[in-house]
């Protein structure tokens, strides 16, 4: 297995390399998130050991159950799932760094009371639902301004990008517009110099798709199947609410 998923690696590092010079950006500028849903503990750390230290899961439990084992090795732990607020407690004692999926006032509110308890600060994305699909997570591209200026009052929370999960279509032109649409959102809430505001991340962009989210200005792809191979559950499972 260490064999296949050194040389997935090297395949996805070519494929950013080629996208990061025909559309002209800097490849210093694209991180790679290992996207670590249903993911072995062990099969993790062979990619972190190989240079490649960000993670990101989908669901509490996973965090947890790895914690251990991945605690041996130097990485940074993003969260990209959907959270309960009654999950907030395991999130932060299993040292993530990142919440990519804020999109709800409420979770902003009782993420900072646990903060604030703890004398802590943590970054986060706003997850936007780009492809206007009921059955996505995020908040509407129209709400993300009001939305935006409600998370930055509070102190402990540090937004620092925008995140979407875009269209799932086979056919990456279908998925463009979603990309385009959280670029301008990026564009647009940047001008208005928000305190405590630094849209520097656009996370955006999977397997299938990571060429047009560079072209469109992604800065974080999260990069899973292509790396790991298929999962046994399907996309739905790791959105649905109910099995955080």
């Known amino acids: 297995m260490k064999e296949i998923i ?15 010079r025909e559309y002209n950006r800097d490849p210093s500028e694209v991180k790679l998130l290992l996207a670590t849903k249903t993911v072995s503990a062990d099969n993790i750390k062979i990619a972190i050991e190989a240079g490649y230290p960000l993670i990101g899961e989908n669901k509490v439990q996973e965090i947890k159950q790895k914690y251990e084992i991945l605690n041996t090795v130097p990485h940074r732990k993003h969260f990209i799932g959907h959270l309960q607020t009654n999950k907030i407690k395991d999130i932060l004692k299993h040292d993530v760094t990142c919440i990519e999926s804020l999109d709800r006032l409420d979770l902003a509110e009782k993420l900072h009371q646990h903060l604030d308890r703890r004398q802590m600060k943590i970054d986060v994305f706003i997850q936007i639902n780009t492809s206007n699909e009921e059955s996505k997570f995020g908040i509407k591209p129209e709400e993300a301004e009001p939305f935006i200026r409600a998370v930055a009052k509070f102190p402990t929370i540090q937004i620092k990008g925008l995140m979407t999960i875009g269209l799932f279509s086979a056919e990456t032109e279908k998925v463009r517009p979603c990309f385009q649409m959280l670029k301008t959102i990026q564009k647009h809430i940047t001008t208005l110099n928000i305190p405590n505001v630094e849209l520097k991340e656009l996370s955006m962009g999977m397997s299938n798709d990571l060429e047009v989210a560079i072209e469109e200005g992604a800065t974080i792809l999260r990069i899973g199947t292509a790396i790991f191979g298929q999962r046994i559950y399907p996309d739905s499972y790791y959105w649905n609410e109910n099995n955080n």
Request: hydrophobic fraction near 45%; glycine fraction near 0%; proline fraction near 0%.
């Open 6 to 20: 050194l040389s997935n690696l090297n395949i996805i590092e070519q494929r950013i390399a080629n996208a990061c």
